[in-house]
Nanobody, 123 residues
Framework: QVQLMESGGGLVQTGGSLRLSCAAS????????MAWYRQAPGNQRELVAA???????DYATSVMGRFTIARDSAKNTIYLQMNSLKPEDTGVYYC?????????????????WGEGTPVTISS
């Protein structure tokens, strides 16, 4: 089994910054990619930023230039530095990992989600 531990959410004012962390643990043979998603009330969950095992990154247009995703491969951890926060960044932020896991004789690629960390930006 694979577990994700998220941290760093909170309440900040418009223009402020937050740094989210997500650590993956458990039976992980290899991580293909990790990502941050967010879901605002009444909206669908959307991709915020992703990073692959090779370091390639992808961002939602709405966060480009303000958010930065980074990883510490040795710790199976990713970070999301969020600057110049806006009220529309408010939501629950979820971490996702795509990894190779399972029994040694039959490993398979699986997706796992964290429980989410709330981020609230006040105007």
């Amino acid at each position: 089994q694979v577990q994700l531990m998220e941290s760093g959410g909170g309440l900040v004012q418009t223009g402020g910054s937050l740094r989210l962390s997500c650590a993956a643990s458990g039976r992980i043979f290899n991580i293909d990619a990790m990502a941050w998603y967010r879901q605002a009330p009444g909206n669908q969950r959307e991709l915020v930023a992703a990073i692959t095992s090779r370091g390639y990154t992808d961002y939602a247009t709405s966060v480009m230039g303000r958010f930065t995703i980074a990883r510490d491969s040795a710790k199976n951890t990713i970070y999301l530095q969020m600057n110049s926060l806006k009220p529309e960044d408010t939501g629950v932020y979820y971490c996702k990992v795509e990894c190779l896991t399972g029994p040694i004789e039959d490993p398979r690629s699986m997706d796992y989600w964290g429980e989410g960390t709330p981020v609230t930006i006040s105007s």
